[in-house]
T-cell receptor
Framework: AQSVTQPDIHITVSEGASLELRCNYS??????LFWYVQSPGQGLQLLLK??????LVQGIKGFEAEFKRSQSSFNLRKPSVHWSDAAEYFC???????????FGTGTRLKVLA | GAGVSQSPRYKVAKRGQDVALRCDPI?????LFWYQQALGQGPEFLTY????????KSGLPSDRFFAERPEGSVSTLKIQRTQQEDSAVYLC?????????????FGPGTRLTVT
């Protein structure tokens, strides 16, 4: 069965520190991978996506993610976190020819001033 | 419109009441999706429309849940005889493609609380 695992429920980092949020997926076909961010009371905003090609993808707000097929991972990174990055982050997976997303349970990021 | 809009943003219903949640997708978007997001969880797929056709309703948790999109634009998710376990945020998303998976654009959601 398809699944997405975000092992870290909560992460706290200091402003200016680097960030890595983990995402592992279980999928038989070539996955399409997404990272979304959700601020309190807001909908999901797409940060970046991977369909094919270069395994390091750049997104908005200075985020990037790397697809590692051998590890079934798609970790999200940011070199220097800003206080405004505090939010919940969701990894999602889909596949070519379908329309469904499978979401992870999310990682809540707290940023210390 | 500029983005996906949903109304109401918050809804409190007494157990047993019927509720209707509205979604206005991005103008011209063919595909529309409903998700349910329980507290502390990721969104879970409920149903999918391509234009006015409901192509997949496999995620609807019970026959109390019903969705429609009669003219291929605005959609309504109706929940009859609400139960406490229906309390969640209901997210609507739209996509410009006709079925192919590309990014979906999400609305702000409707937070439903059943008391």
């Amino acid at each position: 069965a398809q699944s997405v695992t975000q092992p870290d429920i909560h992460i706290t980092v200091s402003e200016g520190a680097s960030l890595e949020l983990r995402c592992n997926y279980s999928y038989g076909a070539t996955p399409y991978l997404f990272w979304y961010v959700q601020s309190p009371g807001q909908g999901l905003q797409l940060l970046l996506k991977y369909f094919s090609g270069d395994t390091l993808v750049q997104g908005i707000k200075g985020f990037e993610a790397e697809f590692k097929r051998s590890q079934s991972s798609f970790n999200l990174r940011k070199p220097s976190v800003h206080w405004s990055d505090a939010a919940e982050y969701f990894c999602a997976v889909g596949t070519s020819g379908t329309y469904k997303y499978i979401f992870g349970t999310g990682t809540r990021l707290k940023v210390l001033a | 419109g500029a983005g996906v809009s949903q109304s109401p943003r918050y809804k409190v219903a007494k157990r047993g009441q019927d509720v209707a949640l509205r979604c206005d997708p991005i103008s011209g978007h063919v595909s529309l999706f409903w998700y349910q997001q329980a507290l502390g969880q990721g969104p879970e797929f409920l149903t999918y429309f391509q234009n006015e056709a409901q192509l997949d309703k496999s995620g609807l948790p019970s026959d109390r849940f019903f969705a429609e999109r009669p003219e291929g634009s605005v959609s309504t998710l109706k929940i009859q005889r609400t139960q406490q376990e229906d309390s969640a945020v209901y997210l609507c998303a739209s996509s410009g493609s006709g079925g192919r998976l590309i990014e979906q654009y999400f609305g702000p959601g409707t937070r439903l609380t059943v008391t």
